[in-house]
């Protein structure tokens, strides 16, 4: 009987939920793997044989990011307006045509458009579909994205092996990685869309949602002896804060908290890809042998694998502001010991610090917007969030700029640390938002603005 653990919080009678769960995690694995990670191991064989500076190589990780974050709307938008399976076949496709056009490189501006198609396809295949599918079959939510944000993870940890055990073979180049990266991506997205299909919910447009009733969010609480299931759930309230109502998007976007939840989702991801693109590049630079740099990054993403799966697990017991804090707090000190040491054991305090930053910051930020505002605009309002990745993304080109003006990345490194602790500032401060009780007092608009819940009758 799946009566316990995750299967305890699938909310309809549905044998895909599982398998959903495990095709989404998998694909968010491996388009990880062949992307972020996998591209800061083979950039320093790029700029070697292709003659770059590292301004113009940080920039075309910035391309890939930005185009990661500026395109967030256009999953959106098709699963609206023809499903997610729809979606995943485009991002699929898309991928392996950037993975691939990225193995012929020769010039900057092939580069730089096989980075757009990557970011392009990322977005397609991650997070977005994959949170609007997961959130459909699970009630506790927070359960289950922490397992789909572990093994998503395992990308981070496996993308610079996978590049070292193809470059190890003898007679095999960056190109053939690309190559074989493209081929699996190809396959695998294909599958992943199929199988997502079998649900009819995700093959059909998904803005028909929109107009449908919708159900008063309850939070279940054991009733005491005597008591009904009301007054029990009165007398006990959850520690987790779930908003009873749904917010309209331009409601949920006027408010400091939907700001706050922004701008941690653009430090971590800022920080994020910096870190992925440079760190090995720096740390050789200060002296640390290449082996011991990518086992560096490794570790960290190990490390977010870990905080991951007890993240999701406590989101449910503990409000995830505080993992939040604890977050952004763990990826302000391990930037700013990255950039100032090179003493191997020091080195372990950048790689647990960013780990646990990078692993819980993206989760608790899912998280708290759905718990915050609400699920049934959350599609809209999640692909908003991932906008500010056009603007993250940023880092490696002014990491690169830095590189080439001082000789070193150290001032980066500790800009991505002053930010991260700017951001710890505003969430200790944060506290659930509160709403006013009918749309007038917004000014809401009927189309996205109206509570998405039905009043309830005696």
């Known amino acids: 009987m799946l009566t316990s653990g995750i299967f305890k919080s699938v909310r309809s009678v549905s044998p895909l939920a599982g398998g959903h769960l495990a095709t989404l995690s998998t694909l968010d694995l491996l388009i990880s793997a062949a992307t972020f990670s996998s591209l800061g191991i083979v950039l320093p064989h790029m700029v070697s044989e292709l003659e770059w500076s590292w301004s113009q190589a940080g920039l075309g990780f ?8 500026g395109s967030s709307l256009l999953p959106t938008l098709l699963i609206r307006k023809f499903g997610v399976r729809l979606a995943l076949i485009c991002g699929a496709l898309l991928m392996a045509l950037g993975l691939y056009m990225m193995s012929s490189v020769n010039s900057l501006l092939q580069y730089f458009i096989a980075a757009a198609i990557c970011g392009v396809a990322y977005q397609m295949l991650g997070t977005i579909p994959s949170t609007f599918v997961i959130s459909r079959h699970f009630k506790n939510r927070s359960t289950a994205l922490g397992l789909y944000f572990t093994i998503g993870g395992f990308g981070n940890v496996f993308g610079p092996w996978m590049v070292m055990a193809v470059l190890s073979v003898e007679g095999q180049v960056w190109r053939d990685y690309w190559v074989y990266q493209s081929l699996l991506l190809l396959a695998t997205g294909i599958a992943g869309a199929l199988i997502i299909g079998l649900d009819k919910r995700f093959a059909q447009p998904a803005e028909r949602e929109l107009t449908e009733p919708a159900i008063e969010t309850k939070i279940e609480s054991a009733p005491t002896p005597g008591t009904t299931c009301e007054t029990a759930a009165a007398a006990k309230p959850s520690r987790v804060y779930v908003t009873p109502v749904d917010w309209g998007v331009k409601e949920a976007m006027r408010t400091p908290q939907y700001m706050i939840l922004v701008a941690a989702y653009f430090a971590n991801l800022m920080a994020l890809v910096t870190v992925t693109s440079l760190s090995v590049g720096h740390l050789v630079e200060r002296g640390v042998s290449n082996e011991t740099a990518g086992a560096m990054l490794s570790l960290e993403a190990f490390i977010a694998v870990l905080t991951r799966i007890g993240g999701g697990f406590l989101g449910e017991r503990v409000d995830p502001r505080y993992l939040m804090i604890v977050s952004l707090a763990a ?5 700013a010991v990255l950039a100032t040491s090179n003493s191997h054991s020091i080195l372990l305090i950048y790689a647990i610090g960013t780990g646990i930053g990078f692993g819980l910051t993206a989760l608790s930020c899912t998280v708290l917007m ?3 505002f609400g699920q049934r605009h959350n599609l809209e309002l999640f692909s908003s969030m991932c906008l500010v990745g056009a603007a993250s ?5 002014i990491g690169g700029v830095i590189r080439d003006l001082t000789g070193n990345f150290i001032l980066m490194f500790l800009i991505l640390s002053a930010v991260a602790a700017i951001v710890w500032v505003a969430v200790v401060m944060m506290r659930a938002p509160k709403r006013g009780e009918t749309p007038e007092t917004t000014g809401a608009s009927p189309a996205l603005d109206t509570p998405a ?3 309830r009758t005696a």
């Open 370 to 372: 759905m718990n915050y």
């Open 331 to 335: 990826t302000s000190i391990g930037c």
């Open 62 to 69: 910035t391309i890939l990011g930005a185009a990661c974050g």
């Open 453 to 455: 819940i039905a009043e």
């Open 393 to 397: 993304a940023l880092g490696p080109t």
